[in-house]
């Protein structure tokens, strides 16, 4: 009997960009599911994770990072920088990923890890609906000055223009290999990751100045079960903030606060499990938890 010759291919699409210009809208785009929380405000992803696209044969992985900090000021956003470098590291094609704004001096450290990366570096210039074909053939004629790019895209991840493309012209670029992953897989992530996402968008839609940049979100506990014979889960989740000023915003006036949070986290949650839920949430207070070691461990920013 012959051996197969069907070949199969995979690789690590790792995306790379200043926070707010749309990584996290685009990666949903692609992955076809809202996986990656999304808000106005910057700094919305604060942690490496993988999507997975696959087909018969193929799997593509993505990785979606923290927006690079031009001036991080404690030990979270440094994290935050390191693991947005880190995907030249493993990257089979590193896609690069500007808006009209273009916030760069062109004296970053990523421009120079972009010049001397060993894989194919595609730039897309995303959200052009917000802006005019002119300014985009000017920063399009820029950025090839700066950066030898194997590709650049102009697309909208919101409108979901150019997407397709875009997604077969990575997919040409995976070398051969096997599935990291199983098929069915989306994510490299636990469902309590997401749920502590969901809950921590919530937060940045409902809180404003500060807050949303002192919180974070840990599920302490998550439990599948039955009721009436349908699905039920039940889970307990903490966030902590670094003043007792911060607990009492959170809460607010008689606990209309965070009321208001747990039943907007709690129908997204339901959408994301499947399932009716039932969610209780806690405040704690911990002083200066972003440059705390411990705690940034133990919230997944340091290994």
Known sequence: MSESTDKHYSGYINIIGKPNVGKSTLLNAFIGEKMAI???????????????????????????????????????????????????????????????????SGDEKVIAKLKKAECPVFLA????????????????????????FDQVHLISAQEKFGIPYLLEQLKAQLPEGPAYFPKDQISNKSTRFFISEIIREKILHLYRQE???????????????????HPFVTIKATIYVMRK??????????????????????????????????????????????????????????Q
């Open 38 to 104: 999304i808000s106005h405000k910057p700094q919305t992803t604060r942690h490496r994770f993988l999507g997975i696209v696959s087909g018969e044969d193929f799997q593509m992985i993505f990785s979606d990072t923290p927006g690079l900090i031009s001036d991080p000021h404690y030990k979270m956003q440094e994290a935050m920088n390191d693991a947005a470098l880190s995907v030249f590291e493993d990257a089979d094609v590193v896609l690069f990923v500007i808006d009209p704004s273009n916030e760069y």
């Open 125 to 148: 210039i995303n959200k052009i609906d917000t802006s005019d074909q002119e300014t985009l053939i000017a920063l399009e004629k820029e950025w090839r000055d700066i950066v030898d």
């Open 211 to 229: 807050i949303p940049y002192s919180a974070e979100v840990i599920v302490e506990d998550y439990k599948e079960s039955e009721r009436h014979g």
């Open 245 to 302: 000023t911060q607990k009492g915003i959170m809460i607010g006036h008689q606990g209309a606060g965070i009321k208001k949070l747990g039943i907007e986290a709690r129908k997204d949650i339901e959408k994301f499990v499947d399932s009716r839920v039932h969610l209780e949430l806690f405040i704690k207070v911990k002083d200066k938890w972003r440059d705390d070691d411990r705690m940034l461990k133990s919230f997944g920013y340091l």
